[in-house]
């Protein structure tokens, strides 16, 4: 069964697309993408590549003609209520072309969330259920890389990670674990209309990302915890646009109630075991030597 991808130049796309390849012959797989020229390097590797722009309905039934299975990955934009109309335009579209299996990239736990953006998710997948298209939504969590980045490296020298995540646990993925994920979803039978939340079997602390620093660099380094109040002022100061600012720290507080503490085996049953933590961290702390 063909496999198209949108948002095949996207940070996780990308990797997708790379994971496909594998085991996937460049002639089976498409790239819908927004900027075609962006994706030169696709073409190179036998990947057919065509136009669709999530605000722009016509392309997106032109580009899904002949999907069998079409990976759909939510629009990066941050306004959610027009991503919810750019994602009934993919939907509507998928469903006209019709595709025959709609795999999205939803997020974990969404019914139980308190972040904001869970409700884009959860209007998106009524959205597919009603074009009765068989589905699997991969509801991926937050991405490691959101907490875990060479930013990192501007803590070093204040000695201290400031957060208002609190005591807090994390059950983060790494953007290339769940682009694994997707791949195997893509690539093998038996999920049509299976709902999988992808997150890590494991959780980690702030205290103890700050303890593994400590570890791995040899000098003292803590988790200093602040209020929600203090944690934006900080951001602010650092000279973040006031919708990042309360983003992060609404972020940080919902770890702080719990938000990011349940895990599941969904994700390591899907592409075996995961990359820790700790590999992450060394890489961020070489590459600010």
């Not at 915890?225 to 609404?250: C, T």
């Amino acid at each position: 069964m063909s496999i198209f991808v949108t948002g095949a130049t996207g940070a996780l796309g990308s990797i997708v697309i790379r994971q496909l390849l594998r085991t996937v012959p460049g002639d089976q797989i498409t790239a819908v993408v927004r900027n075609v020229e962006k994706a030169s390097s696709l073409t190179a590797l036998g990947v057919e590549v065509r136009h669709g722009d999530y605000a722009d309905p016509a392309s997106l039934v032109k580009a899904f003609e002949g999907a069998g299975k079409l990976l759909f990955i939510s629009s990066p934009d941050t306004d959610d209520t027009l991503r919810i109309v750019q994602h009934a335009n993919v939907v509507k579209a998928a469903r006209d072309a019709g595709v025959r299996h709609l795999l999205y990239t939803s997020f974990a736990y969404a019914e139980e969330s308190v972040i904001p953006l869970a409700h884009v998710h959860l209007a998106t997948e009524h959205a597919i259920r009603t074009t009765n298209i068989p589905y699997t939504f991969l509801r991926n969590s937050l991405y490691t890389e959101v907490f875990v980045n060479p930013g990192l490296s501007a803590s070093l020298a204040h000695g201290a990670l400031v957060t208002n995540t609190g005591s807090g646990r994390v059950n983060t993925a790494f953007r290339s674990d769940l682009a694994a994920a997707a791949a195997a979803v893509l690539t093998s039978d038996g999920h049509e209309n299976k709902t999988y939340n992808l997150v890590s079997d494991t959780t980690w602390s702030y205290d103890e990302l700050a303890a593994l620093i400590a570890e791995i660099t040899g000098k003292p380094f803590t988790h200093q915890a602040v209020s929600y109040d203090e944690q934006a002022k900080i951001l602010s100061a650092a000279g973040l646009p006031e919708p990042v600012v309360h983003l992060v720290a609404g972020i940080n507080q919902a770890v702080a109630e719990g938000e990011t503490s349940r895990t599941s085996q969904d994700l390591k049953n899907l592409i075996g075991e995961l990359t820790p933590l700790r590999s992450a961290v060394e890489d961020i702390l070489k590459g600010s030597e």
